[in-house]
């Protein structure tokens, strides 16, 4: 077992009203330490664990909000659940790390969409029932107990933070648990609830105690960080967004930058990965946990209705949930971590928002890990505390403790070890491109031409089965790849694809797949706990040992893998925003993006390009038989090579 604690040191109690009166009997010099009031520890640039977890207070308080989603003539609440240091009860002013979440009230299964749709996606199965993609199952704090040492909070943030003087928090967002009003999955009252916290902290929102008097927050510094995974990982981006004072620290751990990104792509219809038919009403059903959830009734049939399945198109309610477009109020430190493997919530958003950050010029940080979607702690765990600690404590307490110096970037490889790069995608990298050529192979120099085309079977068919054995003929898909490459070739970023094509029949979608050919064992999205490697971080209490077991990446040994993919609807080929009709038959140039990516294709392995129509995990899935036919040397794939091989990928003899 490894241990990262250190001795738990414990403070003076704060003075009793009894003892206030002998104050003034005792020496001046007495009187004057013990009129010292409680202060954090700061040795070598960094906060220590001086604080007792298991004498700390716990609070909780309901918040109003700026918002009235439920419509009911009355502003939302959201109710937060606060473990501090006793200390502050006598005088110690801390920061706050709050972990906003729709998931501490619980969830409900909810039926999905049915995919299997009959329709002509080009005119002149059952859903599933369950939780959505960014479910994951919490428990909160629950009712205030007679003792703070009986509060489980699930992660570690208390165990090892409140020790260092930190407070920390769980919010419940509305329509969820504590809270009033309605889940909106990503709407703008969403964003206003967690907000209230922050402003809560800093004295500009009214809170009430379970018995309902009025209670403010004067332990707080007015200074706070919000993080999480998933669901938990997007609130702090949205809440940032808004550009309020108080948030120094964000930490979005495989969060949504754009809810159109996580629902829709290329102007279609597409999942998260492994939540075929979800959608946001679905995850908003699921998440609506307040005691009198039929209140939110008609709120969830209009996200049913406005966010619209017979397209993709980029409308007002996506708008409202697309973050980006307001990077630039943010005031706060971003330290960003997306797994490479998560293709619930791709690597698009943190792409796409380390983009923007770097176009207004936030102070930023980034880790890339082979994981799917899931928390880097346990697969590196002394150096996420580390780096973690770092960052709050410049950001909430202003250390110069060089949170900021060195590469911004640390990307985990193939081999699971650790590079650190100047910035992200790695510097040097360029665009290189790659025909399709007419003999099924990928090409940097122009050549003939010719039409191949595809039947579309990806209402039966899995992509996996699709980009196998890419040698053989198989009418259900187009296959493209190169000799065994030369020397290693590294990605660093978004492919694109550019291809002239025209559809026949029902279907309108458009499907690259970017391939690994080669036998090897890879990294996938999953992990494992290592039950020989128990780390204990931080204090325990009874239930919560502040103890865990590092994982390992789960691997695969396989002959190929299915490296990025991207989708385009056609009928949004010229724009998100509307669709332009469609000719059957009628050859059009067609542009899209596939998710962002790193990954090393060896030496001796080929690249493949696979074009489909229906993605089966993925898209909208139209009656099987549409017939694509794609123009051979008019179209390519271009990809962000990084160095050393940045140029023409070589390729053996």
């Not at 013990?34 to 007792?52: H, K, M």
């Not at 199965?125 to 704090?141: F, W």
């Not at 490296?563 to 009628?586: A, F, H, I, K």
Request: charged share 25%.
């Amino acid at each position: 077992m490894t241990v990262l604690r250190t001795t738990w040191a414990t403070r003076p109690l704060a003075l009793g009203v009894a003892a206030a009166a002998l104050l003034a009997a005792l020496p001046l010099s007495s009187a004057r330490a013990a009129d010292e009031r409680p202060a954090l520890r700061i040795t070598g640039g960094a906060t220590q664990p001086v604080f007792s977890r298991a004498e700390a207070v716990y609070q909780h308080v309901d918040i109003e909000t700026a918002t009235d989603s439920d419509q009911d003539g009355r502003r939302d609440t959201v109710r937060m659940r606060i473990l501090r240091p006793r200390e502050t009860d006598a005088g110690l002013k801390v920061a706050t790390i709050v972990e906003a979440s729709p998931y501490w009230g619980g969830g409900n299964d909810v039926p999905f969409h049915d995919v299997d749709v009959e329709e002509d996606g080009l005119p002149g199965g059952k859903g599933r029932t369950g939780l959505p993609g960014l479910y994951e199952t919490a428990t909160g704090a629950g009712p205030a107990p007679l003792n703070a040492s009986a509060v489980v909070f699930p992660g570690y943030t208390d165990n090892y933070f409140l020790p260092r003087g930190y407070a920390v928090a769980q919010l419940d967002s509305v329509g969820t648990g504590g809270s009033t009003g309605c889940p909106v999955s990503g709407g703008r009252a969403e964003t206003l609830g967690a907000k209230a916290a922050v402003d809560w902290l800093n004295g500009r929102a009214r809170g009430w105690d379970p018995e309902g008097r009025p209670v403010g927050a004067a332990w707080s510094t007015g200074d706070a960080a919000l993080m999480g995974i998933s669901y938990n990982g997007t609130l702090p981006t949205a809440v940032a967004t808004t550009g309020v004072e108080g948030l120094k620290a964000i930490v979005p751990i495989a969060g949504i930058s754009s809810w159109y990104d996580y629902y829709r792509a290329g102007g279609g219809v597409v999942a998260p990965g492994g939540y075929q038919g979800e959608d946001a009403d679905i995850l908003a059903r699921a998440v609506n946990s307040r005691a009198d959830r039929d209140v939110c009734a008609p709120v969830l049939d209009r996200l049913t209705a406005d966010q619209g399945r017979a397209s993709g198109d980029y409308t007002a309610f996506w708008r409202e949930r697309d973050y980006l477009k307001d990077i630039g109020k943010i005031k706060a430190g971003v330290f960003l971590v997306q797994g490479l493997n998560d293709w619930n919530v791709k690597t698009r958003h943190a792409a796409r928002l380390w983009e923007a950050l770097e176009e207004h010029d936030v102070p930023r940080a980034l880790w890339l890990h082979r994981a799917g979607h899931s928390n880097p702690m346990p697969l590196r765990m002394e150096e996420w505390l580390a780096r973690l600690h770092q960052w709050f404590d410049h950001w909430l307490y202003g250390l110069d403790n060089g949170a900021l110096d060195g590469p911004r970037a640390e990307v985990e490889q193939a081999d699971f070890t650790w590079r650190q790069e100047r910035d992200w995608p790695a510097p040097g990298t360029r665009d290189v491109g790659l025909r399709l050529t007419p003999d099924g192979g990928l090409s940097p120099v122009p050549g003939r031409t010719a039409r191949h085309t595809l039947t579309d079977a990806g209402r039966t068919l899995r992509a996996e089965q699709l980009v196998a054995a890419p040698d053989e003929r198989n009418p259900n898909r187009l296959a493209y790849t190169t000799g065994p490459l030369g020397a290693d070739l590294r990605i660093s970023g978004t492919p694109t694809m550019s291809v002239r094509a025209s559809l026949d029949g029902t279907s309108p979608y458009v499907t690259a797949l970017l391939v690994d050919h080669g036998k090897d064992t890879r990294a996938t999205a999953g992990t494992v706990a290592d039950t020989s490697q128990l780390v204990c971080y931080g204090e325990g209490v009874p239930g919560d040992t502040g103890c865990a077991h590092r994982t390992r990446h789960r691997t695969e040994t396989a002959d190929f893998k299915i490296v990025s993919r991207g989708w385009l609807d056609v009928r949004n080929r010229d724009s998100l925003e509307r669709q332009s009709r469609v000719v059957e038959g009628r050859e059009y140039r067609l542009e899209w993006e596939m998710q962002p990516q790193d990954y090393v294709f060896k030496k001796g392995h080929r690249l493949g390009v696979v074009l489909i129509s229906t993605d089966h995990d993925y898209t909208l899935r139209y009656p099987a038989g549409t017939r694509m036919t794609v123009r051979a040397g008019l179209s390519g794939i271009t990809l962000p090579v990084a160095p050393p091989a940045a140029g023409v990928p070589p390729v053996s003899p």
